[in-house]
């Protein structure tokens, strides 16, 4: 098999994970590609939490279509799983189909179950082996394919390996300012600093996350609905929520006439106070949405006394199965999560514009950095340019401790 032909099966096996996005949680984006004889005969990709994995799909694609999948090679981007849950395991599927080979692009991130497919498949007489073996002893420009390959699924699934491993979610903080890193004015106006094809952007990033966690006052200054909108038919009316919301409301201060409290999606509405709150007040949001009581974390980075353990939430999110989860909140709530170690990866959203003034709203907030060493650095740099705005995305290299 010419290794570039396999390259590209891979490639495509990615393309198709990726139609899953936003629809498989808590459960891995797969995508799978079946190929007899240089041909490909079956495609397909994991579409949604409980329905058939990607390599069932793509052998029922090939049955579709007339072909039969005996001898033929399977690429996936995911080691096929051998355990019984909300599916039977793949590798009797792939038993049962007569599949010769198998190539993996990623193993499975759970450490109780990795690399336990192989055996399984071998023991059967199946050829199992993953991308990045096939490019060994070929020249240092073709390694380096199957090397990229293997990196892009196993990055593919970010969130989910984090979960998987650590059982909370991983966290991105995103935020849209101006080149001096304002969020809004003094008095709390921010619409509209970053262009459509920025908002657009950020939406997507909704759309590819469980849940959205604000903080308090921005619904008290925006009332948000916090859903995950489809540009393209918004104009319509269209509109699409299967996230979660989360508010971190400490004083349990969120109206009951607020969308996130009072709206069709006010099921998956979560507000998180604290041990401190009002119980007159945290009854009657009982009432309409789901409530979290936080006791009170043993070092805070959020303002007032009230404040609320972001790790012990992060375990409350893990436990439902919320493998990740994209913050947007002000500039304490970003603080809290950034300066506390417990974000992941950052989105921030530059636009052309200095808004200035000492009372403007910064996109981080909090206490800040004391000394040089406490400074958070960042690594995996990438800068975007969408529109007349640039858009930095990042992973998070924490100075302080990140439990989970």
């Not at 793949?90 to 336990?116: E, Y």
């Not at 109206?255 to 009002?278: F, G, N, Y």
């Amino acid at each position: 098999m010419d290794p570039v032909t396999e390259v590209d099966f891979m490639r495509l096996a990615l393309r198709l994970a990726r139609r899953g996005r936003g629809h498989t949680s808590p459960n891995p984006m797969v995508g799978a590609v079946l190929v007899d004889r240089g041909e490909i005969i079956g495609r397909g990709w994991h579409r949604q939490v409980g329905g058939p994995h990607a390599e069932v799909e793509a052998i029922r694609d090939a049955e579709r279509q007339g072909y039969s999948p005996r001898g033929a090679t399977l690429y996936v981007t995911l080691e096929p799983c051998c355990t019984h849950g909300r599916t039977p395991p793949c590798t009797a599927a792939l038993k049962a189909a007569g599949i010769k080979r198998v190539v993996v692009g990623a193993t499975d991130p759970n450490p109780r179950h990795a690399g336990r497919a192989f055996p399984i498949l071998r023991r059967a007489g199946i050829t199992a082996a993953m991308v990045r073996s096939l490019g060994r002893g070929r020249q240092s420009a073709k390694r380096a394919l199957y090397r990229t390959i293997e990196e892009e699924c196993r990055s593919l699934n970010q969130s989910f390996n984090h979960w998987i491993i650590h059982r909370t979610p991983f966290v991105t903080v995103k935020a849209a300012m101006t080149l001096d890193g304002k969020i809004a004015t003094k008095l709390g106006e921010s619409k509209w600093i970053t262009s459509e094809r920025s908002r657009s952007y950020a939406m997507g990033l909704r759309r590819a996350c469980d849940a959205i966690l604000v903080g308090i006052h921005t619904v008290l200054a925006d009332d948000p609905r916090l859903t995950r909108r489809n540009p393209k038919s918004e104009s319509r009316g269209a509109n699409t929520s299967c996230m979660r919301r989360i508010v971190l409301d400490s004083m349990a201060r969120t109206p009951l006439t607020a969308k996130v409290v009072s709206d069709e999606q006010s099921s998956l509405t979560t507000i998180v106070v604290s041990v401190r709150a009002p119980k007159t007040r945290v009854a009657a949001l009982k009432q309409r949405v789901d409530v979290l009581i936080s006791p009170l974390p043993e070092s805070s980075f959020v303002s007032g006394s009230a404040a609320i353990d972001l790790h012990w939430l992060l375990q409350q999110l893990g436990n439902v199965g919320v493998t990740s989860l994209l913050v947007e909140g002000g500039g304490e709530v970003n603080a809290s999560f950034l300066l506390g170690g417990f974000a992941h990866r950052i989105a921030f959203f530059y636009a052309p514009k200095i808004l200035g003034g000492a009372e403007s709203r910064r996109s981080v907030a909090g206490a800040g950095a004391g000394q040089a060493s406490e400074v958070i650095n960042l690594d995996e740099i990438r800068w975007q340019k969408l529109g007349p705005d640039l858009l930095l995305t990042a992973r998070v290299m924490n100075r302080l401790r990140l439990k989970g």
